[in-house]
């Protein structure tokens, strides 16, 4: 009993485990497998199945390095798409201001509506964009 408790315990030291990139593959495998129950469509099955795959031998490689460069390209991107949505809601909420995100550092930027043209220069990274207020 002791030998298998050692063998296991063998098996899961130094794995990558969990972490955000993998709990989105998760989630969308989760999100796939439920349409494929409603639709019927067998591809999103299939697709499912691979995500699923793929999360599992991410959380059981050894490779923390190619592992950690996944998961920062994901935070990045997933940073990326959280500012774009801020944008598009702020610019819906707020009647009186434009708001734009830096294409350099993708830091939000908001400038005064009724202005015409104007040269925009990013707070955080001095980057300046020619855009319409
Ligand atoms: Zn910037």
């Known amino acids: 009993m002791n030998n298998i408790k ?3 315990q063998r098996f899961f030291r130094n794995r990558y485990g969990a972490d955000p990139l993998g709990l989105a593959l998760a989630g969308t495998s989760l999100i796939l497998s439920i349409l494929a129950s409603i639709t019927r ?17 991410r ?10 460069i ?5 935070m990045e991107y997933k940073t990326i798409a959280q ?7 702020n ?4 009647r009186n201001n434009h708001y734009y995100m830096c294409p350099k550092c993708h ?11 104007i040269e925009i220069t ?11 207020s």
């Open 59 to 68: 959380m059981f490689s050894k490779n923390y390095v190619k592992r950690r």
């Open 107 to 117: 830091q939000i930027v908001r400038v005064p509506k009724g202005r015409g043209k």
């Open 83 to 89: 500012r774009r949505w801020k944008v598009i809601r």
């Open 70 to 74: 996944e998961n920062d390209h994901y």
């Open 41 to 57: 469509i067998g591809l999103f099955s299939i697709i499912s199945m691979i995500v699923m795959a793929y999360e599992i031998y």
């Open 91 to 94: 610019s819906l909420r707020d």
């Open 6 to 8: 050692y063998k296991l």
């Open 122 to 132: 990013c707070p955080s990274c001095r980057n300046k964009f020619v855009k319409k």
